[in-house]
């Protein structure tokens, strides 16, 4: 069963990384608050913070986000680049045109986990 991205941070943060709410909240500098709410499901990550996330810890945005494959990007053999996830991820622009990004990224989390 995929687990939902807030399942899926709070293993990060607290089992994965060992670090506490406030610590990571600093490293990837957002509010513990809004960390929180991204934990419990309250509020869904921004495409910034999974960006910021995926970056700063090496985490694969396919495994944060979808479910699939490896935690960490350095545990994957061949890392493909032209991944479609992996390509909206990495672009530095992405903040032009957010709901365009964010359809794109339902489009292909429909895609694959159905």
Known sequence: MK???HDQLHFLIRDVLGATGAGFAKEVGIYQGLL???E???TAPSVDFIYKTCTRFDISANWLILDIGPIKLGDVEIYREDTFL???IKQKEFKSDKEELIKSINVFAAKYTS
């Open 3 to 5: 687990k939902l991205i």
């Open 36 to 38: 929180n709410r991204y």
């Open 40 to 42: 419990n499901g309250q």
């Open 86 to 88: 992996n390509s909206i």
